[in-house]
């Protein structure tokens, strides 16, 4: 399914030395109101963040986090209330910002009269295509989103998954310099999600900057080369996964054990804590198997390690495994979020 | 721009994808298909209908003298008498003898045209001493075989000549309309012309009126008000806000697109109609394509109101709601400025000026009779108006300087004959302006004239005299004595009074004398003969036929009439008393059905109808002068001829468009011109005082400039001061129908496009039309003004707003 698209690599390779995202000290306070009277809803409490050229940028957050809002903002859909927002160094929302922008909203709305063709020409119009442009990409797109043979078809009769195929060629169509997707696999099966992220790995590779909205975790992890966690309107992390999960490594190490003797005995962990010299409680143990047992210990150091493990030897204890601890996207996620969760509270 | 063509286009695309839009159309071509049979085919105007009765009592009361009065057995309202079914000689008799009988038009029209197809009527010698129409002498000069059609017509004109002064003018020619080559029943007594007026002023802007001015637009917001909610639907909206285009073109162009729904349909509407009347009633009038922008522009009235309601609540039920209270608020203005202007303003329109010494006197649309009060500045009620009410009030006429004479015809708004005898009333300063009464007019008069010492009253088909002296005798010493100072001894009254003259009605060789009693007595009331005091100046065989035009003149020493397409020149007898004689007669071309004026400047007469150039006429000869075409799309209103010590013959024309133009030439004929506007706007009339050399021109309902006629200037404005509901219409209703969109007046602009008019003409009682003008610019500006407020409202929203 997955097609060669024509880009221009020397705008690819200019893009990747530059921010194409660059939003600083952003916020955005709407303003509700209820029988009380005017409430101020925070979306966004200073926001930045950057966005390289060619990498595929990922915005996490709960839902309410304000995902959508800096998206608008990034858009030209809604104004700031402070900061600013700039794509490609020109103020977000200016005709000129939004000409290199290709988007794919959340619940793409196509009216039902288009089918999938007319709807690339309308839009390829709006973008400010020429006829013969539009032509020649749609046919591209077409074939690269799995829509070639049905692009004749009125869009009413498109599944859920056709429709964003179709949103994602729209948003390709005018060759745009940075993406912006939201959700781009919301709603989609397994098969459907797998093909769209096959085509954001194209592009990627192709050196296309996205700005990628997902709440799917392992797709944000397997695609983006970068990633944002927001939550409550504030950032609360931006780097690549391992970056990120530097900042949560806990120094806990796991130790798979074969012995004849209870390791889970309190007397067993007291001599392992005195020969470390390390707090007892730090130790714990328990028994998966007849004689196969599970140590955990939260090590400050690889001295400590080794000295356990020196421990453990003289013990004559068998060493069948053992793992060094490393947080995963979603624990990342959840400790940020549960972090900034436990600050608001 | 291209990516907003593309919204455009795309409002197309989704317009023909609306269910709705096929069902439209389909209701579209069902009509027009159903319209496209309609044809049409001239004939001759045979059959009587109840509607070419200019003066039914009248008709009944000659038919009534006819069937009773046995010495006019063998005339021919005897003959005719004769002719009719039993039932109508009963009733007829019953009126003969005195009895009160309601005989309805139908029934006479459903009698004549029986005698139509029997002509045993007929009498070549009864029938010598009648009327003798142009084209009734023609029918009797053939001599050859008739068609059926044409003897028809011929024993209609022979009825009409026996029974004068009962029958409106017709046209000769009459339509049928045909239905996929099968005849309607009734036909309609008018020629092509006219017919072509009827449908273009009427037929065709009311049909496209309704069809667009309520169904299509209401249908179009009910289709369109959808889409402005739709498309701020966050998966659409952010979208579209993602392109690089404009909000306030976008907005623009979604508006635009959804204006397209009411084009589509308007267009197909519009140029079916077109070709049905070009290709079927043979009536090419490339007007009607003004329709459809005209037509789509009313729709954006209501649809600007709906954009707005859908971008700010984002729902299309809301939105259609909204557009609804909006629609039902305009209706409710209008009805209420409506209301105003009938029951308010209108009545109080000064329809005629006189001037009483220094007085300057009016009668008012509503039936009401005023003086100018200088000291209040305001119009000081002699007769009250009454807009509900049915009475008509005689023009006044000044006879002896500061005396004005007038008539109150009670119930006679819409009818000539009134509910009973009017008196004429004289009146002046000096008895406070309350009405004497004097002698009793002519039944149906609707005009009165002085003429040197005598008074002329117009009536249903004659001209009465009586002498001025004879009026002031009968009201009393405190008018004679007016005369007194006037220098005028009461013995020279003696030799004013009227001498009893033989009735002249046609065929009567034997009429009831002035002053005759009982049945015959009230008979001859009825059919509108001369009054007690009154006698008869036309000859016989002369029978003013509405539509007509009376000058005359102010010395009494001749008239002119124009009647049946006839202009007739009439001199006073040298004895002063008696019938006038016809000194000059000329033919005129042109449709004889059609209103006209005539008037008098020096030795030239200028005659003014409908749908004909101005002709200028030699007073004395009748001979043709020259010709002048109105400016495009005007008619005649009001016409007067100024006598002054210029150079050159002077008439002061009102038209159509409420405005005053001068028609001027030399005495001669040539240099026939005709001005630009001159003077106020909304003119209602316009009157001459030779004394004091003034035009005198009442305009905005009461408002009267008085201008000198020499040197063209205003000297002085009447402008009454205001209170009550005057007030409130025009400090309270006037400003909110100003800030309302006038969608109504909107509609008659289509009716002004097609017709290619700038008034129609609405009969409000005899001989009297009221010229309405359409309102083309003020509807379109304030149309045009409320959209670009909402638009601008609508833009600056979407444009500011975060979505």
Known sequence: MVNEISSSKDRSSKAATTEVVDVSNLAKRYTGWSILGRRPIDALRGVDLKARGGEVFGLLGPNGAGKTTLIKVLLGVVRPSSGTAKLFGESAGSVQARRRVGYLPESLRIDRHHTARSALAYYGRLSGMSQGDIARRADELLELVGLKGRDRECVARFSKGMYQRLGLAQALLHDPDLLILDEPTDGLDPVGRNEVRKVLETLRDQGKTIFLNSHILQEVEVVCSRVAILAKGKIRGVGTVGELSQRLATNQVTFDLRSDTNLTSPEFLTDLSDSLQIDALNFKCQQSEAGLYRLSADLQNQLHVDQLVDVLRAKRISISQLEKKRPTLEDLFMQLVGEQEGSES | ?????????????????????????????????????????????????????????????????????????????????????????????????????????????????????????????????????????????????????????????????????????????????????????????????????????????????????????????????????????????????????????????????????????????????????????????????????????????????????????????????????????????????????????????????????????????????????????????????????????????????????????????????????????????????????????????????????????????????????????????????????????????????????????????????????????????????????????????????????????????????????????????????????????????????????????????????????????????????????????????????????????????????????QVASSFDGSDLRISDPTGPREIESVYFDSIRQKVYISHHTDQIDIYDSQQWKMVERLDPSISGWRFVDRYMIGPLRFMTPQTGELGEAIEAIISGKTARTILDGPDAGESVRYELIRPIVSCSAFVFLMLLTSCYYFATRDF
């Not at chain 2, 966050?234 to 635009?256: A, E, N, Q």
């Not at chain 2, 209501?302 to 259609?320: C, M």
């Not at chain 2, 009429?511 to 049945?519: D, E, F, I, N, S």
């Not at chain 2, 001979?623 to 210029?646: H, K, N, T």
């Open chain 2, 1 to 661: 721009m291209s990516a907003y063509i593309a919204v455009v286009i795309d409002s197309f695309r989704a317009a023909f994808s609306s269910r709705v839009l096929w069902i439209a159309f389909v209701a579209i071509w069902i009509l027009l298909a159903a319209l496209a049979p309609i044809g049409f085919r001239l004939q001759y105007t045979t059959d009587f209908r109840s509607q070419d009765f200019y003066n039914g009592t009248r008709l009944k009361a000659m038919l009534a003298r006819g069937t009773v009065d046995e010495r006019l057995a063998e005339k021919p309202i005897g003959r005719l008498a004769a002719s009719m079914p039993d039932e109508l000689s009963r009733q007829l008799r019953l009126v003969g003898d005195g009895d009160e009988v309601r005989i309805f038009l139908r029934v006479f029209a459903d009698a004549l045209n029986r005698c139509l197809d029997d002509e045993s009527w007929y009498s070549e010698e009864a029938w010598s001493d009648t009327l003798q129409f142009r084209e009734l002498r023609e029918l009797d000069a053939i001599t050859g075989p008739m068609d059926e059609e044409l003897k028809r017509r011929r024993a209609r004109l022979r009825i009409e000549a026996a029974l004068p002064g009962v029958f409106e003018t017709r046209a000769s020619r009459s339509i049928r309309l045909t239905y996929a080559g099968i005849d309607f029943p009734a036909t309609f007594a008018m020629d092509k012309a006219q017919f072509l007026i009827l449908v273009n002023q009427y037929v065709l802007p009311v049909i496209i009126q309704w069809l667009m001015g309520f169904v299509l637009v209401f249908l179009g917001i009910l289709v369109t008000s959808s889409m402005i909610p739709e498309m701020l639907q966050p998966g659409s909206l952010h979208l579209l806000l993602s392109k690089p285009i404009s909000r306030t073109m976008l907005l623009l162009s979604k508006f635009l697109g959804g204006c397209t729904f009411v084009l589509l349909c308007v267009t197909q509407l519009v140029i079916g109609l077109f070709l049905i009347a070009w290709l079927r009633l043979d009536i090419w009038n490339a007007r009607m394509l003004w329709c459809i922008p005209v037509s789509v522009f009313l729709f954006s009235v209501f649809y600007s109101v709906s954009t707005l309601a859908g971008l700010i609540w984002r729902s299309s039920i809301l939105a259609i709601g909204v557009t609804c209270i909006f629609g039902s608020l305009c209706l409710v203005i209008g009805v209420i400025g409506g209301l105003f202007d009938s029951f308010v303003t209108r009545p109080a329109s000064i329809r005629h000026i006189a001037l009483a010494g220094d007085v300057v006197i009016g009668t008012t649309k509503g039936g009401g009779l005023v003086r100018w009060d200088q000291t209040n500045k305001v119009w000081a009620d002699i007769f009250e108006s009454n807009p509900m009410g049915a009475d008509r009030v005689i023009p006044p006429v000044v006879v002896r300087e500061s005396t004005v004479v007038t008539a109150r015809v009670r119930g006679g708004r819409f009818n000539p004959f009134g509910s009973g005898p009017s008196d004429l009333l004289v009146m002046n300063a000096e008895s406070g302006w309350v009405g004497e009464p004097s002698m009793r007019l002519p039944t149906s008069t609707t005009e009165i004239f002085v003429a040197g010492d005598q008074l002329i009253a117009l009536n249903a088909a004659e001209l009465s005299a009586t002498s001025v002296q004879q009026i002031f005798r009968q009201v009393g010493e405190s008018f004679l004595s007016e005369q007194t100072i006037d220098g005028e001894s009461s013995e020279s009254d003696e030799v004013d009074l009227p001498l009893p003259v033989d009735q002249e009605l046609g065929q009567f060789d034997s009429q009831p004398k002035v002053g005759a009693t009982g049945w015959l007595q009230k008979l001859s009331n009825m059919m509108g003969e001369a009054a007690e005091g009154f006698s008869q100046i036309l000859p016989k065989n002369i029978s003013l036929t509405p539509p007509r035009a009376v000058y005359m003149d102010s010395n009494g020493d001749y008239l002119i009439v124009q009647s049946r397409g006839r202009l007739l020149r009439f001199e006073k007898p040298e004895t002063g008393n008696g019938v006038w004689g016809k000194v000059t007669e000329r033919s005129i071309e042109g449709e004889a059905a059609n209103r006209c004026w005539i008037a008098v400047s020096g030795s030239t007469m200028l005659l003014a109808r409908e749908e004909s150039p101005l002709q200028m006429f030699d007073v004395n000869t009748l001979e043709p002068l020259g010709e002048i075409d109105l400016p495009d799309s005007l008619s005649p209103v009001r016409l007067i001829g100024v006598s002054d010590a210029s150079r050159e013959a002077r008439y002061f024309l009102v038209t159509s468009d409420g405005l005053l133009r």
